[in-house]
């Protein structure tokens, strides 16, 4: 059985809350789960099932269907030789298909449809009720546990996590122009927050973290100050 609080990281996209979140489940022997992935994975299948309609629309019905008919499983692995956490869709292995530009290009819309939500948070709960772990999304504070014991809310400069969205994709061998990677993130910044359910928004008991111009170490010593100061570690 797993012990330990539940930690909710929510925030901008492309503003190294993965990186920052697997730092903190580090330190504490905590497990690390990339909600987004899970979005990811259900646009993928959306796509691969020819639910796409023009490039911007979905069909909705066929996704529910599929949802209801329990089609869609998503699950994370831990994989050696680096024990990187790999986002599992009906079995295959996801992790690279789900970072590309064109599941990023649906993923919001995706993530805007309720049904979808509602499904999603069930595998959150399930997997957070042991408590133990580190979430990070954009409702997790807000919507998804809202009794999280402690609350992170990141932001960027856009341009500054285009640069290093643009890095992380060209490392796994993807070809993108910066000017596409800041206009996706623009765009997707404006539907997280305009959507009509469970937009992004900081909780009112969180507590921001504007990582624009901090490095790697200088956040983790501000989670440490954090972590003492609540009496975490
Ligand atoms: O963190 P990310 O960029 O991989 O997330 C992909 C998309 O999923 C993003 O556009 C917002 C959405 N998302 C969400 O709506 N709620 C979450 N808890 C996590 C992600």
Redesign the pocket.
């Known amino acids: 059985m797993r012990r330990g609080i539940i930690i909710a990281l ?1 925030g901008y ?2 503003t190294g ?2 990186t920052f979140a697997k730092m903190i489940a580090r330190k504490l022997g905590y497990i690390y789960i ?7 994975a259900i646009t993928l299948y959306a796509i691969d099932s020819g639910f796409i309609i023009n490039e911007s629309e979905i069909n909705t019905e066929l996704l529910l269907k599929s949802i209801k008919e329990e089609r869609i499983s998503v699950y994370f692995r831990t994989l050696p030789p680096e024990n990187k956490s790999c986002t599992f869709l009906n079995g295959a292995n996801v992790e690279n298909e789900i970072r590309t530009l064109k599941v ?1 290009g649906l ?2 819309i995706v ?2 449809i309720p049904f979808v ?1 509602e499904f ?1 948070d069930i595998i959150l709960h399930r997997i957070g009720q042991e408590g133990g772990v580190v979430m ?5 504070g807000t919507a ?1 546990f809202p009794n999280a014991q402690l609350k992170i809310f990141m932001t960027a400069d856009p341009e500054i996590r285009a640069e290093r969205r643009l890095k992380e994709m060209l490392a796994s061998g993807e070809n993108a122009k910066f000017e596409d990677v800041l206009e996706n993130i623009r765009k ?1 910044d404006y ?2 927050t305009h ?1 009509a359910t ?1 937009p ?1 928004t900081m909780a009112p008991d969180a507590i921001l973290l504007d990582n624009s111009h901090l490095t790697l170490d200088e956040q983790l010593l501000w989670i440490e100050q954090i972590l003492q100061q609540k009496q975490i570690i």
């Open positions: 929510d996209s492309s809350k993965s990339d909600t987004g992935a899970i979005y990811r990023s993923v919001s993530a805007a939500r999603v990070d999304g954009r409702d997790i998804v997707r539907m997280d959507r469970s992004l």
